[in-house]
């Protein structure tokens, strides 16, 4: 069965940069694009970018083009957001999920990341 | 970018009862998703390219609409509906969500 496995929570410094993974098992890795989504209280579900673990092609909403790198390991059928000079603002759930053909099919159980001094 | 407008942003509906939601975009888009959340849990895909239910969602779901207006209705409300209600649209970039609606049970 598929399955997304996110790393566990994050506490981080302001100012600091950290890297979310997401684990994917039970498909084919490089067949699908995976996507990252931001939840929080105030602007609900943001969406922050795409890889295609195939190419490593990325795609970025504007808003996040200077916070956030993705990447994917082939190898692994792993892949990463990393989030830089990060603020309270960052503070959120943020979520791996699958698309397929403009569906999220699968999602990751959600990571944890607060920034707090 | 396209803004997603739900509405109501919260509401309430007895057991049987008949419900809808709506999605309305700032600009035509071609299909719209909805995702079910419930608390402390990931969003879970509910309907696809505007009217087809995702794998194991009850008939009674169903979803419509065209251009900037799109809707989600249950025929008959059942406890287990309790939970939020986000759009997705993917037709421009970004890719955008709605702020959800929030269905309760009365």
């Known amino acids: 069965q598929v399955q997304l496995q996110q790393s566990g929570a994050e506490l981080v410094r302001p100012g600091a940069s950290v890297t979310l993974s997401c684990k994917a098992s039970?498909?084919?890795?490089?067949?699908?694009?995976m996507h990252w989504v931001k939840q929080t209280p105030v602007h609900g579900l943001e969406w922050l970018g795409a890889?295609?673990?195939?190419?490593?092609?990325?795609a970025y909403n504007q808003k996040f083009k200077d916070k956030a790198t993705l990447t994917a390991d082939k190898s692994s059928s792993t892949a990463y957001m990393e989030l830089r000079s990060l603020t309270s603002e960052d503070s959120a759930v943020y979520y791996c999920?699958?698309?397929?053909?403009?569906?999220?099919?699968?999602w990751g159980q959600g990571t944890t990341l607060t920034v707090s001094s | 970018q396209i803004v997603l407008t739900q509405s109501p942003a919260l509401m309430s509906a007895s057991p049987g009862e008949k419900v809808t939601m709506t999605c309305s975009a700032s600009?035509?888009?071609?299909?719209m998703y909805w995702y079910q959340q419930k608390p402390r849990s990931s969003p879970k895909p509910w309907i696809y390219?505007?009217?087809n239910l995702a794998s194991g969602v009850p008939a009674r779901f169903s979803g419509s609409g065209s251009g900037s207006s799109y809707s989600l209705t249950i025929s008959s409300m059942e406890a287990e509906d309790a939970a939020t209600y986000y759009c997705?649209?993917?037709?421009?970039?970004?890719?955008?969500f709605g702020a959800g609606t929030k269905l309760e049970l009365k």
């Open positions: 997705q649209q993917w037709s421009t970039n970004p890719l955008t």
């Open positions: 890889i295609d673990p195939e190419t490593g092609g990325t």
């Open positions: 999920t699958r698309e397929a053909n403009g569906n999220f099919d699968y």
């Open positions: 390219l505007t009217s």
């Open positions: 600009s035509s888009v071609s299909y």
């Open positions: 039970g498909y084919t890795f490089t067949d699908y694009e």
